[in-house]
């Protein structure tokens, strides 16, 4: 099963660190333009490495890397550790502070179909191939992907929480969490840390584009390695794992807003409805969320000038044509996807994640201005995906749509480099 190990992080010197906040970035697929040029302008954020820009971008973060390291700016930690990483945040709404925990290392790489590491979402070529550009041109795991593991016994939690006590870094991220890292360089806890993890599959929360990444570049590798043995550092990859236990695993919706359909006819698409939903105008789709908040099978539908709640009616459920288990059949957003979008929409279930008529949006304030703006047609609203229907998708061999997972907070880029 997982094959965890300690790793030499490089990181930030010391001078740099009393900063680190200002050394932070947010993940590619989640930073805004407007923040990427804020950060471009800091020369020593991680950005530069994590999103590297100018029109050779690969290039350029590793020309980064080289001065950083000539320099001093970064440097490798003298002993083998793993790291541990909590995240403290709130939710809107909710007087409860949140303590997300977990622990990063190296785990060792395994294709999809050995079921070891497993996923709940597919991959776009394009940006696997950017991300295994970035790999060749740094050999260096920039930022941690986001893993999860399940122990019920909470065996790690102990270990983490010794270890926070004395903190090296904290700060408050982009996202108004707060984030902290210690490390742990005790051989008999990481050991500890090592057989626990052995029994445990993974499940790749979010990163799964950086996953495919150095999966696909472990193998561009191997091939060009006569002498390949498989000890060889690019073997493994930088991983944050946490616990599917824990109740501080939030996971977010993502929404989906449709835009330059052609043919789009509004009082079409109503018509259609009654033939699959259980239909109710909503007079006011500001609590669109609230109103179908918890819903089985149930989404908002708002257009420009109308929105409407929408519940599936049972006895249209087996008419779905898609091969599919029951179980993955059965899950909101397989649902949404073929009979509003395949069905009502007619945007094929083959053509869906490229299909550019669909955006996704996880805030639901963007999603209404855009529709009032006439940016997008419709908006489709959803409900968040549980952990449980992560672990029924992983199982079944099966992964969601597209952009069906948002976990938050997100985990930051900055803190510990990897070396491949």
């Not at 703006?373 to 995906?385: D, Y």
């Not at 029924?392 to 952009?403: E, H």
Request: charged fraction near 20%; charge should be neutral.
């Amino acid at each position: 099963m997982a094959e965890i190990t300690p790793f030499r992080a490089w990181r930030y010197n010391s001078a740099l660190m009393k900063n680190i906040g200002e050394l932070t970035s947010p993940l590619f697929d989640v930073a805004s333009e407007k923040q990427k040029a804020i950060l471009y302008d800091n020369p020593h954020n991680s950005i530069h490495l994590s999103i590297p820009s100018g029109a050779c971008p690969s290039e350029n973060a590793a020309r980064t890397l080289i001065k950083w390291r000539e320099t001093g700016c970064l440097q490798r930690d003298s002993k083998s550790a793993v790291y541990v990483y909590y995240q403290f945040f709130n939710l809107p709404g909710d007087p409860n502070p949140y303590c997300r925990k977990g622990f990063i290392c190296k785990i060792r790489i395994h294709d999809w179909n050995e079921n070891v590491i497993l996923r709940h979402e597919n991959t776009m070529p394009r940006s696997v191939n950017e991300q295994v550009k970035l790999l060749a041109a740094i050999r260096l795991n920039v930022s941690p992907t986001h893993g999860l593991y399940t122990d019920e016994s909470f065996e790690l939690e102990d270990l983490m929480d010794q270890s926070m006590r004395q903190p090296i870094c904290k700060i408050e991220n982009y996202q108004g969490t707060c984030d902290a890292l210690s490390v742990i360089h005790d051989p008999r806890i990481i050991d500890r840390f090592v057989s626990v993890m052995a029994a445990k599959q993974v499940i790749l929360a979010d990163g799964h584009h950086r996953y495919a990444g150095s999966l696909a570049y472990m193998k561009q590798q191997a091939r060009a390695n006569p002498t390949h043995n498989g000890l060889e550092r690019y073997n493994y990859h930088l991983i944050w794992l946490t616990n599917t236990e824990a109740q501080d695993l939030k996971i977010l919706p993502t929404h989906r807003l449709i835009k330059n359909l052609r043919h789009f006819d509004e009082d079409a698409i109503v018509e259609m409805l009654d033939r699959y939903f259980i239909v109710k105008p909503v007079q006011n789709p500001d609590h669109m969320q609230e109103i179908i908040a918890g819903k089985k099978w149930t989404f908002g539908l708002i257009f420009k000038d109308n929105a409407f709640q929408i519940s599936l009616k049972p006895d249209v459920h087996h008419g779905m044509r898609w091969n599919f288990p029951a179980k993955i059949k059965s899950l909101d957003l397989t649902i949404l996807h073929y009979f509003v979008i395949q069905e009502m929409l007619g945007i094929d279930g083959k053509d869906q994640s490229n299909s550019q008529s669909i955006e996704y949006e996880r805030s639901f304030a963007a999603c209404l201005n855009k529709v009032l703006q006439g940016n997008c047609q419709l908006a489709l609203i959803t409900n968040e995906v549980s952990i449980a229907d992560v672990k029924a998708v992983c199982g079944s061999g099966c992964t969601l749509p597209q952009k069906s997972t948002f976990f938050w907070p997100k985990v930051v880029c900055g803190f510990v480099f990897s070396s491949l």
